[in-house]
């Protein structure tokens, strides 16, 4: 577990590699090639602390068509995992997310992002301290709009519950390296594996 909360300097960043990690691209619980975006649908990578319960969150909501655990938003080229818990890549565990807005419009999804985690904790998530368990939203720019629509929201129900400030990254989508093959639908697979998933009780109003 990494313990470092400072983002890597330059000259800390491990060089990664230029080929991606070989991994199978079945998505078990789905049914889908974890790559695929299917027509009408959209992506969006969300990170709300260690990605197996973020995943098993997200693939159970109705609308949501594919799910994908990855690293995103750092600096090392298809980084293993190993890596990433070094905090020498900078990269944050995320889920790529991809939902058909028809079923599930995006702020409905941000709210279920919101209220199952707590974005106010920096570089952590409860006992999980480090870089790669910071909270992340990484989409378009019009996606960016309903996120900081939602946290302006949010945040209003945290303070009055005496929580300090969101701190959830929102950033242009950067390159998604997806993860190792026995990290995709872990808890499928370990139904009694960890996890730390757990929000604040409050409630993102619509």
């Not at 330059?10 to 090639?33: C, F, K, M, S, T």
């Not at 807005?101 to 480090?130: C, Y």
């Amino acid at each position: 577990m990494a313990r470092s909360t400072d983002m890597p300097t330059p000259n800390q960043v491990l060089p990664g590699r230029d080929e991606p990690l070989a991994i199978d691209y079945h998505n078990i619980v789905l049914d889908i090639d974890m790559r695929e975006t299917p027509p009408g649908c959209e992506e969006i990578l969300l990170a709300m602390g260690c990605f197996w319960g973020a995943e098993r969150h997200f693939w159970q909501l109705p609308g949501v068509v594919n799910t994908a655990v990855g690293y995103a938003g750092g600096q090392t080229p298809n980084p293993t995992y190993e890596e990433v818990c070094s905090g020498q890549t900078g990269h944050t565990e995320i889920v790529r997310v991809v939902y058909d807005p028809n079923e599930v419009p995006l702020s409905k999804l941000l709210k279920s992002f919101w209220e199952a985690h707590d974005p106010t904790q920096g570089m952590r998530q409860g006992n999980d301290i480090g870089t790669q368990y910071r909270s992340a939203i990484y989409g378009d720019e019009a996606q960016l709009a309903v996120a900081r629509e939602t946290a302006a929201r949010f945040q209003e129900e945290l303070s009055k519950q005496g929580k300090g400030e969101i701190t959830t990254e929102l950033a242009a989508k950067p390159t998604f390296y997806f993860a190792e093959t026995y990290h995709q639908q872990y808890l499928y697979k370990n139904p009694m594996g960890y996890c730390g998933l757990k929000g604040t009780g409050a409630v993102c109003p619509l």
